[in-house]
């Protein structure tokens, strides 16, 4: 059996070592971030529905309870004021309307109970719970 080293070998395993030291680090951090949490729920009790002025659950927040809202009846956002996430703990289901007048010609979207949205696919104006 004979070896053979040639320069140019020498040179490739040396490029070989060298990249695989400089591209285990962006690597790493590239499998970190992929493996990180998802992102954080915002804070709404049980029993609530939480609307944040911004999207990630982050800004302004409102709170309704079932209490405080007429069911099946819809309930516009305070004048000026919007939603781009929202979580729905009421325990029905939640229709959130683009329009501040509940309009169907507008967009809207049903969140059923225990949903988590943090970006809604349009500003939220107003919206109804529904009995079940």
Not at 94 to 114: D, I, K, L, M
């Amino acid at each position: 059996m004979r070896k053979i080293t040639t320069a140019a070998a020498v040179s490739a395993l040396a490029l070989t070592a060298t990249l695989a030291a400089t591209l285990a680090p962006a690597a790493t951090a590239a499998t970190a971030r992929a493996a990180a949490a998802p992102p954080r729920l915002g804070n709404c009790a049980a029993g609530q529905l939480c609307l944040w002025r911004s999207g990630g659950f982050t800004g302004a927040r409102q709170t309704h309870e079932l209490a405080g809202v007429d069911i099946e009846s819809c309930v516009p956002l305070p004048s000026g004021t919007t939603a781009a996430s929202l979580a729905n703990r009421t325990g029905r289901p939640v229709t959130a309307y683009q329009s501040a007048e509940c309009a169907e010609t507008a967009e809207f979207r049903t969140y059923p109970t225990g949903s988590w949205a943090p970006e809604t696919p349009y500003q939220v104006r107003a919206f109804k719970i529904w009995e079940r």
